[in-house]
T-cell receptor, first 117, second 115 residues
Framework: GAVVSQHPSRVICKSGTSVKIECRSL??????MFWYRQFPKQSLMLMAT?????????EQGVEKDKFLINHASLTLSTLTVTSAHPEDSSFYIC?????????????FGPGTRLTVL | AQSVTQLGSHVSVSEGALVLLRCNYS??????LFWYVQYPNQGLQLLLK??????LVKGINGFEAEFKKSETSFHLTKPSAHMSDAAEYFC?????????????FGKGTKLTVNP
């Protein structure tokens, strides 16, 4: 089946630094990828929709300048948390859509645990 | 706005017993509904989805769910639990008229299977 990877799986950084998280579709091309954030014991919250070759679409309340998304190819999207602070500590999950039709299946990555000290 | 409520953050069953995970949705239009499973340190995997066809949907690993419009529910069931079913389960809803694949997730239910 379709596989989505994320790197790194865990990252610990100091406050004020930037962290880049990669999301790759390993065996399929994904024109659309999604980035979610999951707090402990809470839902996955959609942060942004990433479309290859165009600017990401951010959900209301998500800071565009803080969470930079780049979808440079059909198999790679990156999320950069800029000037990270402890409140940005969370579990970040990406998904990639296989296919071109509406509601084609989203395949999820294993997530990245970010801890900001 | 759409929302999903999963009743019970933790459910514990004995091996071989019925599994019932509850999901209620709120939507102004007939929704599309999904169940995902997440094993430790892994991504979410689609179990099944309802997209306005048959109201009883069969998924992988012996799970099924029934869409009940009158009850705004989409509960997930499995007749006989297996130890390997222990995981976190998420119900999600999507607006079919939204023109995108955006999903709204419930908070999840952690299923424990006791030997």
């Amino acid at each position: 089946g379709a596989v989505v990877s994320q790197h790194p799986s865990r990252v610990i950084c100091k406050s004020g630094t930037s962290v880049k998280i990669e999301c790759r579709s390993l065996d399929f091309q994904a024109t659309t990828m999604f980035w979610y954030r999951q707090f402990p014991k809470q839902s996955l919250m959609l942060m942004a929709t990433s479309n290859e070759g165009s600017k990401a679409t951010y959900e209301q309340g998500v800071e565009k300048d803080k969470f930079l998304i780049n979808h440079a190819s059909l198999t790679l999207s990156t999320l950069t948390v800029t000037s990270a602070h402890p409140e940005d500590s969370s579990f970040y999950i990406c998904s990639a859509v296989a296919g071109t039709g509406y509601l084609d299946t989203q395949y999820f990555g294993p997530g990245t645990r970010l801890t900001v000290l | 706005a759409q929302s999903v409520t999963q009743l019970g953050s933790h459910v514990s069953v004995s091996e071989g017993a019925l599994v019932l995970l509850r999901c209620n949705y709120s939507s102004s239009v007939p929704p599309y509904l999904f169940w995902y499973v997440q094993y430790p340190n892994q991504g979410l995997q689609l179990l099944l989805k309802y997209t306005s066809a048959a109201t009883l949907v069969k998924g992988i690993n012996g799970f099924e769910a029934e869409f009940k419009k009158s009850e705004t529910s989409f509960h997930l069931t499995k007749p006989s639990a297996h130890m390997s079913d222990a995981a976190e389960y998420f119900c999600a809803v999507s607006d079919p008229k939204g023109g995108s694949e955006k999903l709204v997730f419930g908070k999840g239910t952690k299923l424990t299977v006791n030997p």
